[in-house]
């Protein structure tokens, strides 16, 4: 019997029993099955002599029977699984050879791993980085017979990326695969664009030095030729582009990984901040858990709280970064930035105290009826709620209202 087959045989009992406590029991069962039968196939393919089934079981603390049954579960689904015998009779087993016969040199955890990772491609649908990923998603798809096939389509649904913030680009394929060979030729570009403040489109040249993808959404760089400096464009304003028949240099001394180092994200300022936040101890796991910025410091203080710091040559996308935590984050300094944060707090209170539609009082009705007879908890209720979640569990990530895309420039 298949890995797959078993799994529907599982979860059909489960469900059969009405238990569904039976059912979440199987589901983490079958996550921590497909985390160790991963690891196994890496463990087969990139050692050379492969390993034995007491080996397998002792790096990966189960006992011989179930790496068996592992071992087994592979052949079945058609896996090149080979074993040897060696020296005193044991047996080791191996992944046979790479996919280099089905035209692709690459090892099977290899393989898996690209076609593992084929979702989080999906902003780019549309264009041609996402043709030619499925291309190759494609020529990976023939090294496995049907049944390894669905066994590692199962594996992944075990991994999902969110669409939170995320860019649809699917309808911009034409012009970015324009952006791209004017890139590649290097070829200034006559790039119409209406940034989030502009009334009206603007058509300016540009010499597109590359792309960077940050929060969901796609950004070109380049050289803004009338104002002689480097820009960002996010690449859901620009409305057209014409490449022209003029070309131009990079700079040699050019990087995108240096030129956005000191950023926070993609707004590029012009000074030297040293930035340091305190953060209150509901928090402090939360931000601790992230690498936000390459020049990050933590410093844990005893009663849980933590002051992260970085230097930036701006402030613009850390402060409202830093305003998506609420009263949980204060800034120590730079003076200016705490300034503008206070600022902010005070706007967004006079914002509030003259709000048009007062929430209804405590006690009042729980619930409102909306279209079709549908009913949906009261405001008060749903604010009540929020808190208490906010309380209870892990802080949320920053909000789409705190989204520094928001400060970009051009």
Not at 34 to 41: A, N
Not at 329 to 342: D, K, S
Request: proline share 4%; charged share 25%.
């Amino acid at each position: 019997m298949t890995m797959l087959r078993l799994f529907r045989r599982v979860a059909r009992d489960a469900v059969a029993a009405g238990s569904s406590q039976g059912f979440l029991e199987w589901e983490m069962s079958r996550q921590a099955a497909l985390v160790r039968q991963w690891t196994i196939l890496r463990i087969l393919s990139s050692r050379h002599y492969g390993a034995t089934v007491r080996e397998l079981a002792a790096e990966l603390n189960v006992s011989m029977k179930t790496i068996r049954r592992d071992l087994e579960t592979f052949a079945l689904a058609g896996f090149p699984i080979e074993e040897t015998v060696v020296e005193y009779g044991r047996k080791r087993w191996k992944l046979r050879g790479d996919a280099s016969n089905q035209g692709v040199f690459l090892a099977y955890d290899e393989a898996i791993a690209l076609h593992l990772g084929r979702s989080f491609m999906e902003p780019l649908a549309g264009t041609m980085f996402w043709e030619a990923a499925q291309s190759a998603f494609q020529k990976i798809r023939t090294m496995f017979k049907p049944d390894a096939l669905r066994y590692v389509q199962q594996l992944a649904g075990a991994f999902h990326a969110t669409s939170f913030g995320r860019c649809d680009y699917s309808k911009m394929a034409d012009l970015i695969d324009e952006l791209v060979i004017a890139v590649e030729e290097r070829k200034v570009v006559q790039l119409s664009y209406r940034s989030l403040k502009a009334k009206e489109t603007a058509t300016y040249p540009v010499c597109p030095y590359g792309f960077t993808f940050h929060r969901g959404a796609l950004y070109l760089v380049g050289l803004a030729v009338k104002h002689g400096e480097i820009r960002h464009w996010k690449m859901n304003r620009v409305e057209n582009v014409e490449t022209s028949s003029e070309t131009f240099e990079i700079p040699e001394d050019f990087s995108l990984k240096e030129h956005l180092a000191k950023s926070f994200g993609v707004f590029q300022g012009e000074g030297d901040h040293h930035v340091r936040v305190l953060f209150s101890p509901e928090v402090a796991r939360y931000v601790s858990e992230s690498q936000w910025h390459a020049s990050q410091t933590l410093v844990h203080h005893r009663d849980g709280s933590v002051i992260a710091e970085f230097d930036l040559d701006g402030t613009e996308e850390i402060a409202r970064w830093i305003l998506s935590f609420g009263k949980h984050a204060e800034v120590l300094e730079p003076p200016e930035l705490r300034e503008a944060i206070a600022a902010e707090v005070v706007e967004m209170n006079r914002c509030y105290a003259h709000a048009a539609s007062p929430l209804p009082k405590a006690g009042g009705s729980l619930a409102v009826r909306g279209k079709a007879g549908e009913t949906h908890p009261s405001p008060d209720r749903a604010a009540a709620t929020h808190t208490k979640k906010i309380a209870r569990y892990d802080p949320p990530v920053p909000s789409v209202a705190a989204d520094p895309q928001c400060a970009i420039r051009s």
